[in-house]
């Protein structure tokens, strides 16, 4: 069984940052994709930014040059460290991953963790 751990969340005032990190286990042969998403209250949940196993990272244009994802595959770790938050950055961030067990290969969520801008 696989499973994704987030942490890293809480309370920061505009202008202050964050780091989240998402640790995978189980009996894990390979991660492909580690990738943040979040989702606002009424809001589609929507992606952040993404990393492939190589280090090849994509993000979304509404945290370009402030977020920075990384991963660190000894550990089977993802991170997004999140500089100059902004209020619209609140909403629950959740890791996914696309995972190959034994037994085959799979996409999976963590459970979220909440991060809220304000002052």
């Known amino acids: 069984q696989v499973q994704l751990v987030e942490s890293g969340g809480g309370l920061v005032q505009p202008g202050g940052s964050l780091r989240l990190s998402c640790a995978a286990s189980g009996s894990i042969f390979k991660i492909y994709d580690m990738g943040w998403y979040r989702q606002a209250p009424g809001k589609q949940r929507e992606a952040v930014a993404d990393i492939t196993s190589g280090g090849s990272t994509n993000y979304a244009d509404s945290v370009k040059g402030r977020f920075t994802i990384s991963r660190d595959n000894a550990k089977n770790t993802v991170y997004l460290q999140m500089n100059s938050l902004k209020p619209e950055d609140t909403a629950v961030y959740y890791c996914?991953?696309?995972?190959?067990?034994?037994?085959?290969?799979?996409?999976?969520w963590g459970q979220g963790t909440q991060v809220t801008v304000s002052s």
């Open positions: 996914n991953a696309d995972i190959v067990q034994l037994i085959g290969r799979g996409n999976y």
